[in-house]
């Protein structure tokens, strides 16, 4: 454990006086000074890693209940609440969250209940399936180590085996589970990408499906067949009330199993920072597609080989998310319900499969969003025949860290050069945006007889 600065003063407080214990008596059993114990919990002195490993040795205390970020979705849950637009003139930062989580995590936990019941209250309703899968997804920061560590594993031993990953995988399916692998014609089956005959011990794959896509699919079905119990596992630990939600989040790790499989974690991050992020080159490299790409790249926060934190979503050309994993990025791009349509996105639409790159920054936000570096480029539905519906992949991480990216490389990346976009226009309260189509919610419409605005939509700030 390193030398990390923790500010938990209260945790510590409340701890203490669990136990019953006075300061000084505290302090003997973690062997450290009253006085320093006392600036600890004023939040003066951060807690040292000798001193939460006394914590856990004295006291058989879970370091993670240190803070209440996870009843509260960590400081990016905290961010996209206060990044409401009552509190934009209040200019809340990041640091003023640390702060708060810090000092009084109670009142933060307070704060975050009660605002969540109030816009349920307000009609916006319950959180979807979708909504409480992603939540789950991100309170992991997308990156669930047991999962890549078996992957790599497997991964290892396939290419041990054949030299070819498609034929490793198949050979691994026949040999350990006793099923074979057939493509069947796209006529056969019009309207699914795999098919399991559990009666002849078949995985029946379309062919259709390009070559990255077919080894995805064998990866997936060694997941489902060797990974279960660490899936259900994890699942378990999310503690969903809601069925479809938990099945939601177990799809999801099992498409996390086989893309870590394809992109094994050390070869992938080294080939990433070899390239400096080079799309193209690592799709060639790891025989993959562009979104099976941008997924995994949102995945990279393994502890001491980490990768950058990016974001990425799906888009169509309504601007309707069917994807959106915020990773380590802590973004509040992807909190929309529909995107900005001023975000260069959009564009890549009108330009087949190039990438089209952007620079955006996030106006009305009482949370510091700061610049984005965005890349997007178009995918076609995986296994469906040309004609079949389009969608933009967006990739996207903070501009300071985009400065040795390969798509970078001669961009202007300071905030003067980025374009201004909101959350969707019913969240966004720019009242000069030539794009507005609706009103921002909760705002009193203005009317003149005298005057017309550039939009049908006049509002106070």
């Not at 399936?129 to 790599?152: C, K, P, Y």
């Not at 990974?227 to 994890?234: D, G, H, K, V």
């Not at 975000?343 to 610049?371: D, I, K, M, N, P």
Request: glycine share 8%.
């Amino acid at each position: 454990m390193s030398e990390t600065s923790i500010l938990a003063g209260a945790a510590l407080r409340r701890l203490r006086k669990r136990e019953g214990l006075t300061q000084a008596a505290m302090a003997e059993r973690l062997a450290i000074s009253a006085s320093y114990l006392n600036l600890i919990e004023r939040n003066r002195r951060p807690l040292t890693a000798r001193t939460v490993l006394s914590l856990v040795d004295e006291f058989d205390f879970d370091p993670r209940t240190l803070t209440q970020d996870e009843a509260v979705g960590g400081i990016d849950g905290m961010r996209r609440r206060l990044a409401d637009a009552r509190f934009a003139d209040l200019a809340i930062d990041r640091e003023d969250i640390v702060e708060w989580l810090a000092a009084a995590p109670q009142s933060a936990v307070a704060f975050a209940r009660l605002f969540d019941a109030a816009g349920q209250a307000s009609g916006d309703g319950a959180p979807t399936s979708e909504q409480l899968a992603r939540r789950e997804i991100e309170h992991w920061r997308n990156h669930f180590a047991d999962l890549d560590q078996a992957a790599e594993e497997l991964a290892d031993e396939v290419r041990l085996s054949s030299q070819d990953l498609g034929q490793g995988l198949a050979e691994r399916l026949r040999q350990r589970h006793q099923m074979s692998v057939r493509i069947l014609p796209g006529d056969v089956m019009p309207d699914r990408l795999r098919r399991l005959d559990l009666h002849a011990r078949q995985l029946q794959l379309s062919e259709m499906l390009l070559p990255a896509s077919r080894n995805f699919q064998l990866a997936l079905q060694i997941g489902l067949l060797e990974q279960r119990e660490t899936i259900r596992s994890l699942a378990a630990g999310g503690d969903f009330t809601d069925e479809a939600a938990r099945r939601l989040f177990e799809r999801h790790l099992q498409a996390y199993f086989a893309a870590a499989v394809l992109m094994p974690y050390d070869r992938f991050v080294r080939a990433c920072e070899a390239t400096g992020y080079d799309l193209p080159i690592l799709e060639r490299r790891f025989n993959v597609g562009f979104e099976q790409l941008a997924h995994r790249l949102t995945t990279l926060q393994r502890v001491g080989r980490r990768g950058l934190p990016f974001f990425m979503a799906r888009i169509d050309r309504a601007g309707q998310f069917s994807k959106r994993y915020a990773g380590a990025s802590g973004t509040l791009l992807l909190d929309a319900p529909a995107s900005c349509p001023l975000w260069t996105v959009h564009r890549a639409f009108e330009q087949g499969h190039a990438l089209v790159t952007g620079l955006v920054t996030l106006e009305g936000s009482g949370a510091g969003q700061g610049t984005w570096f965005t890349m997007a480029r178009t995918v076609a539905v995986s296994g469906a025949r040309p004609d079949a519906g389009q969608f933009a992949i967006v990739l996207g991480i903070e501009a300071s860290l985009a400065k040795n990216l390969a798509a970078a490389r001669g961009l202007a990346l300071d905030e003067g050069a980025a374009v201004p976009i909101g959350l969707g226009c019913v969240q966004c309260h720019r009242t000069d945006c030539r794009q507005r189509s609706l009103p921002p919610r909760g705002v009193a419409l203005q009317f003149s007889e005298r005057e017309r605005g550039l939009t049908p939509f006049h509002f106070g700030v």
